[in-house]
């Protein structure tokens, strides 16, 4: 059974930080690219990152470029984003993705609200 568990969303105030996780299970993990979206209110599913299988290469939408990291562990299973210079248009549901398997996991809340 396929899983993938989003985890360390919450409210935080702009200029701060947060990181996600991605725990995933029943696939082989380290054989695909991973990616990072997110949907903000009344908008769409956006990517915002995404890595290699090895985690030698990654790519960031411009607007997160320079404040966000994605990185993986694959002897884990697990997937990360650092999140720095959080702003209030950063607030969305974030979810990790195997997009040529279309898997979705079900999304972790980030607020940046002073």
């Known amino acids: 059974q396929v899983r993938l568990v989003e985890s360390g969303g919450g409210l935080v105030q702009p200029g701060g930080s947060l990181r996600l996780s991605c725990a995933a299970s029943?696939?082989?993990?380290?054989?695909?690219?991973m990616s990072w979206y997110r949907q903000a209110p009344g908008k769409g599913r956006v990517l915002i990152a995404d890595?290699?299988?090895?985690?030698?290469?990654?790519n960031y939408a411009d607007s997160v470029k320079g404040r966000f990291t994605i990185s993986r562990d694959n002897a884990k299973n697990t997937m990360h984003l650092q999140m720095s210079s959080l702003k209030p248009e950063d607030t969305a549901i974030y979810y990790c993705?195997?997009?040529?398997?279309?898997?979705w996991g079900q999304g972790t809340q980030v607020t940046v609200s002073s």
């Open positions: 890595i290699t299988s090895t985690g030698g290469r990654t």
């Open positions: 993705s195997v997009p040529a398997r279309n898997y």
């Open positions: 029943g696939f082989t993990f380290s054989s695909y690219i």
